[in-house]
């Protein structure tokens, strides 16, 4: 089992369409999380840190519930520019910093 | 614009030449990484440096050899690499100190090609 997975996507959505991406992580003592956006040809740049409580910037929220081991990141109101791939990111903090990236979700979202 | 600069962003190289990676930042940083990623995959983490010491080798062969000069330069040295090393080679870096948002910052990338 991947340390990280996301859901396979890809996911097509018209303009101003709400879009939910999941991802579990499967070691338990990870301590904190994190969605990437990374568009094509380009690095990755957080998107948002991730918070037990859950948390919100704009048209982006993020959940958290380390019980099930579950992160997850709603898009509200979808624009062309939110088209990328969004990555999984969990700091497992085991030998000091280790952040293992999911297999990305890749989101297009049509005119 | 990215504060972690990558030189060069572009190389070309032999399978029996040695060439250098470069990687810098100035945000004060004390932990420094090294990804491989592939076409349509995630990244995967190589090594992590942390206040200048190699933390984490994720059985990288070889062929690729780190360097850490200071807290604000990370090399990554290239010998006798082979095709399927072609990729593009992230350097990312992170406060690691005690209560920090563990972000990543990453670079723009060099991109390997191995003939």
């Known amino acids: 089992r991947k340390e990280v997975e996301q859901d396979p996507g890809p996911f097509n959505v018209p303009e101003g369409a709400t879009v939910a991406f999941n991802c579990t992580y499967s070691n338990s003592a990870s301590q904190s999380f994190f969605w990437y956006r990374q568009d094509c040809r380009k690095e990755p740049k957080l998107l948002m840190s991730?918070?037990?409580s859950g948390n919100e910037d704009g048209r982006f929220t993020a959940q958290l519930n380390r019980a099930s081991q579950y992160i997850s990141l709603l898009i509200r109101d979808s624009k062309l520019s939110d088209s990328a791939t969004y990555l999984c990111?969990?700091?497992?903090?085991?030998?000091?910093?280790?952040?293992?990236f999911g297999p990305g979700t890749r989101l297009s979202v049509l005119p | 614009d990215t504060e972690v600069t990558q030189t060069p962003k572009h190389l070309v190289m032999g399978m029996t030449n040695k060439k250098s990676l470069k990687c810098e930042q100035h945000m004060g940083h004390r932990a420094m990484y090294w990804y491989k990623q592939k076409a349509k995959k995630p990244p995967e983490l190589m090594f992590v440096y942390s206040y200048e010491k190699l933390s984490i080798n994720e059985s990288v062969p070889s062929r690729f050899s780190p360097e850490c000069p200071n807290s604000s330069l990370l090399n990554l040295h290239l010998h006798a690499l082979q095709p399927e090393d072609s990729a593009l080679y992230l350097c990312?870096?992170?406060?690691?100190?005690?209560?920090?948002?563990?972000?990543?910052?990453f670079g723009e990338g060099s991109r390997l090609t191995v003939l």
């Open positions: 991730v918070y037990s």
């Open positions: 990312a870096s992170s406060q690691d100190t005690v209560g920090d948002t563990g972000e990543l910052f």
């Open positions: 990111v969990v700091n497992k903090r085991d030998y000091g910093q280790n952040f293992v």
